[in-house]
Structures are given as C-alpha cells and as structure tokens.
C-alpha cells in the first residue's frame, strides 16, 4: 500500500491544506483511537503541541475525534516533544500525540504519534492507520454512552522540568556558568529557561515570546545566527538553540562557533565510555553524519554505525542492538537512558555536565574532531524518478569510485520534497565541490529532459 499521509516523522504538510486540515485530523483522531481501543478500560491519549498558531485548531479536531472514538483526552497545552514521549508513560496513556511541525516555518504543521511506550509508531501501525482513513471512518464511532472527556492537566511543565534535572548527576550544578538559550518561540519557552535556572545557572534568554507565526523565524537551531550575537554581546560561557518543539539542540561556543551533533555526539559518547556508561559499543547515526566523526570514534575503540536519515530509523536501530547513543547531525540525539525519542534539552545538560566536570571552556570540550569538508546541495524535479536514469547511475558509480579511498558519496530523495539530495565529503574540498557539482547538473539535465 503507498504511503498517502504519513512521511518520515508523522503527517506534515501546510495548516489548512491537506493533509492538515481539522477534517484529517478529526478522521485521525477516530482512526489511532480506534486502534488502541484495546480491552474494556477506560482508554486515554495525552495531546501536547507547539506554539503555532494553527495548534488551536488542530488540537480541537484531534480531540473531537478522539472523544467520539471512545477514548478520554488530557491536553498538555505548548510542552515539547520528548516531554509528551514522557508523559505518555508516566500518565499510563494508550496514545500520544504532539502537533507539531518542529523546526519548520509556523505556516506547516504536524502530527506526531506515540504508544504506550513512549516510543513512535512502527510502519505497521501507520499503514493500519492509513488503511481506516481510506474507509468510512464514522462507522467505528463509539456509543452515546462512551464518548470520552476532555480537560486541561496542571503541573505537566514542571513534572518535565523535575525529569529533565533528574538526567543530570546529582554532585553537579550549573552555578558560575552564563548560559545564553534561544527556545525557537516554540514549545520550550517556559521549561527551558526555567531548568537551567534551577541548576544554578544565569541565564539569558532569547526567542522565547512566541506569538503564534514567529516560531522558528530567525532564531532557533536552525538559524543560529541570533544566538551568536547574544553569546556575544553578554559574554556567555554557552548559547543554547532548541528548535520549535524542542527535540533537537544546537550549541554556540563562548568563541561564537555553532557545534552541531555530530561534534556533540562525539562529546557525549566519550564522556560516557570513560565512564563505562557506553552501551553498544559505540553510538548510532545517520548517513548524513560527518566522515571526521566516524574516524573519531574508531580512533577511541568505538563503533559509528550508519543509518538511513530519519531519528525513527536510528531509534530503531538502538533498540534493536543495545546501543544508548545515537542522534543526527542536525542536532536530534537520542539516549535511551533517559528517553524514547530526541531531547534538546536533555542532550545539552549531558554536554553542560561535561564543561562543569573538566572545568574547560566549551570551544575545547566541544571539538572533539575536525570535520571533514562536507556539501549538501538540492536538486528539484517535477516528475519521475532522476535516480533510475542510466546516466545518473553511471555518474554516481564513477564518483563513488573516485571517493573510496577518501570520501564517502549519499544520495537520496527527499522524504517530503520534490527534491534529490547530493551530500559528498572528503579530505580535498575542491574534489567535494566538483563531484557535487558534476552530479547535479547531470541529474538536472536528465530532469530537464524529461
């Protein structure tokens, strides 16, 4: 069955264009609570979201369907992700659900589906998902007698922020350090700021007056650039960036320099092997990871192993083979010690209890390696498929032979654009610039010529 709603994290697209439209996500609603409607107790879902303006309108239809499936519904109002992942076990729930479109522009949105484990859903249970959306849906409406309720839940900020301080070793504070924190306007505003402060940090904070359209606008770890000049101006020891839903983090050196996850990755998994805290022996990634982390960590004894892009993917692949470690150069990183899912926050205190422990500005605890030149270019396409053509295959194989012995050639579509990606790297950045160049123009032509 092809996929019609769900992408790489959940159902994503423009607020009121389909598919996120209240009509969908009511239909969804009746769908998930439909499925986990299992025995004869009362059934509940926990319902998080960010802070766009469209959440208001999705998060009513998300609780109208899942009222008339049968199932009592407790919202959360503007929390992050990795809390709703929480919550979702700690309140016992059969579902959860965070609307959100993370690090995207406030106009798209998302939906975003946990189960009782606190885990996402397995492309089994989304294929069931998209198979009842496809039928009439209003036929697995519960009885008059069972429709469900709806109410506000209090204290869930603060039973977060408790968790969150809780990942930290107990004998460490944060007191003397100057944390400059850029929450994205989005769903971190308040928990954020309000746990680094309790750790006995200053803190400075910034992108956090979220009106409803500027989440993610100009701030946040995808762009960093605001949250360089405030390290700069106040003379932070650290900058912070969350993105919009708060499950993936960017770091700002007292230098100014952006640290992504690969390089804090690298921090976190040394940290731990030293302290035979290293489960897997290594840590998992992505495709898309740096070359210069891999070399990193095989120079320390440890194992980088690579995944398809997408976190549910490295997620996937922790569970399966006992590692505790693993993220995306983005800045989405998973320790399954603590979580099911990408916490920003989680991850920066782990990388905050490092500084404090060596006692060592951030620039030195945070550049464990030196990355290799690396590009990323886009290339769009109006229909077929580019990389079936003879010419594209023929292109690549002879790029990836000329990169063997000192590079590493991905090239994927994009899971939600028209889009083909080209990432090379290598030690000789004019060969990087080339091959990615040469690639491009070949696709292009075949696009053009279609």
């Not at 069955?1 to 159902?11: C, H, L, N, S, W």
């Not at 009842?132 to 839940?153: F, H, M, N, S």
């Not at 991905?410 to 004019?430: H, K, Q």
């Amino acid at each position: 069955m092809t996929r019609r709603y769900f992408g790489t994290d959940g159902i994503r697209g423009l607020s009121n264009t389909f598919p996120m439209t209240p009509d969908l996500a009511m239909r969804v609603g009746i769908a998930v609570g439909t499925i986990f409607r299992r025995g004869s107790h009362r059934h509940r879902v926990v319902i998080g979201k960010d802070t766009r303006l469209s959440g208001y309108m999705l998060e009513n239809a998300l609780v109208a369907g899942f009222t008339a499936a049968g199932l009592d519904v407790f919202l959360l109002g503007p929390i992050p992700t990795p809390a709703v992942a929480m919550l979702t076990r700690s309140m016992r729930a059969d579902i959860g659900v965070m609307i959100s479109a993370s690090h995207n522009p406030f106009a798209d949105n998302g939906i975003k589906l946990f189960g009782p484990d606190g885990y996402k859903l397995s492309d089994e249970i989304e294929m069931q998902i998209e198979a009842l959306l496809e039928e009439d849906i209003y036929t697995q409406l519960a009885k008059p007698e069972d429709i469900g309720r709806a109410k506000r839940v209090d204290g869930d900020i603060y039973r977060y922020v408790e968790f969150v301080k809780r990942t930290m070793p107990r004998d460490v504070t944060l007191s003397g350090l100057r944390i400059a924190i850029d929450c994205a306007n989005g769903a971190a505003y308040k928990v954020a700021p309000t746990a680094l402060w309790e750790l006995g940090a200053e803190v400075v904070t910034i992108g956090n007056t979220p009106n409803g359209t500027n989440i993610n606008l100009e701030c946040g770890s995808t762009h960093p650039d605001a949250l360089q000049r405030k390290v700069h101006e106040v003379r932070a020891d650290i900058g912070i960036a969350l993105d919009g839903d708060a499950d993936r983090v960017i770091i700002v050196d007292e230098t100014g320099r952006v640290v992504d996850g690969d390089q804090l990755m690298a921090v976190i998994a040394e940290t731990w092997a030293d302290d035979n805290l290293l489960k897997g022996g290594g840590l998992v990634a992505t495709v898309m990871s740096n070359l210069g982390l891999e070399r990193f960590m095989a120079s320390k004894g440890l194992d980088l192993v690579r995944t398809k892009v997408g976190d549910r993917y490295v997620v996937e692949h922790m569970r399966q083979h006992g590692f505790n470690v693993g993220g995306e150069q983005s800045g989405h990183i998973v320790l399954s010690d603590f979580g099911t899912t990408g916490d920003g926050l989680v991850a920066a205190l782990q990388v905050l209890s490092a500084v404090k422990r060596f006692d060592k500005p951030v620039s030195e605890i945070c550049r464990r390696f030196e990355a290799v030149p690396q590009l990323l270019r886009n290339v769009r396409f109006s229909g077929g498929k580019p990389l079936e053509d003879k010419t594209v295959k023929k292109a690549i194989a002879e790029a990836e032979q000329e990169l063997a012995a000192n590079g590493r050639l991905v090239i994927r579509p994009s899971g939600t654009e028209p889009l083909i990606r080209v990432m090379a790297e290598g030690d000789d950045r004019s060969q990087i610039e080339r091959i990615v160049g040469d690639l491009c123009d070949v696709i292009a032509n075949v696009k053009s010529a279609a």
